[in-house]
């Protein structure tokens, strides 16, 4: 049976899929990872996708797994693309939700932009802001404010360059896996549109687009993307 990959994003926690995890209920064996600069007891920092692929594949002992849906949000779908590269006969099937697959026009204003804002998010105050305009559970708040505070602007530095000059490996997306490709209908133009692009140009693609959603799908759209994932999984099996 198939075993679902979920991989959170950068600068949030497993806890993020709690709500998707609610929707599909115990039937489908599910894995929700961490990698570097993300954990509580971990002082490192994020490395890039990379990097991230490395640490989870280690914590999910690769090795001894078959038929895996990876699910990667976000930054996380770059990890998970990073782990298909380097671990194509594990995987079945990736989904990619929010995910930019394409390198982001005035990426170096951005990243220096979030090099200035960086000591904001490591303010509880703040944090508690972005986490209500990103629709994070009330459940779930405390987990994400200490998870901001956590995350050293180092991390949020690596993270943003790697992430805004992301591009995958055309091994992966040239693999004929299936693949399901998300975002939210108000989601930035760049990551739609690269994902549409993904999707024309991959044997077994298909985009989906959430209607109403932003760059919260798991969050706050969470029964859709556990309808998207049971597809998927059947396709598999």
């Known amino acids: 049976m198939s ?11 497993a806890w993020m899929w709690r709500p998707v995890l609610r ?6 064996p599910v894995l929700t990872p961490s990698f570097a600069g993300h954990r509580a007891d971990d002082p490192s920092h994020y490395d890039g996708p ?8 280690r914590e999910i002992g690769i090795e001894q797994r078959d038929d895996l849906i990876v699910v990667g949000f976000s930054a996380g779908g770059q990890v998970a693309l ?4 380097r671990h194509p006969e594990r995987i079945s099937s990736l989904a990619l939700v929010s995910t930019l697959v ?15 804002t960086a000591p904001l998010a490591r303010h509880a105050g703040f944090a508690r802001k972005q986490a209500a305009a990103m629709g994070v559970p009330a459940e ?12 050293s602007p180092e991390s949020l530095r690596r993270l943003l360059r790697t992430n805004l000059d992301y591009r995958p490996q ?10 399901l490709l998300l975002a939210g209908s108000h989601e930035q133009r760049v990551v739609r549109a690269g994902l549409r692009r993904l999707a024309a140009a991959a044997p077994d693609a298909r985009y989906v687009e959430v209607p109403g959603a932003h760059h919260d799908i798991p969050l706050r759209s969470p029964a859709a993307l556990a309808e998207e994932l049971r597809k998927l999984t059947a396709q598999a099996d």
């Open 3 to 13: 075993e679902i990959v979920l991989i959170h994003g950068g600068g949030v926690g």
């Open 23 to 28: 929707e599909l209920g115990e039937r489908i």
């Open 50 to 57: 990379v990097a991230a692929a490395e640490d989870v594949a």
């Open 82 to 85: 990073e782990l298909a590269a």
């Open 102 to 116: 394409e390198p982001m026009p005035g990426r170096g204003l951005v990243v220096a932009l979030g090099a200035l």
């Open 140 to 151: 779930d708040v405390e987990a994400y404010v200490a998870g901001s505070l956590a995350f």
């Open 170 to 179: 055309s091994a992966v997306t040239l693999h004929p896996r299936p693949m």
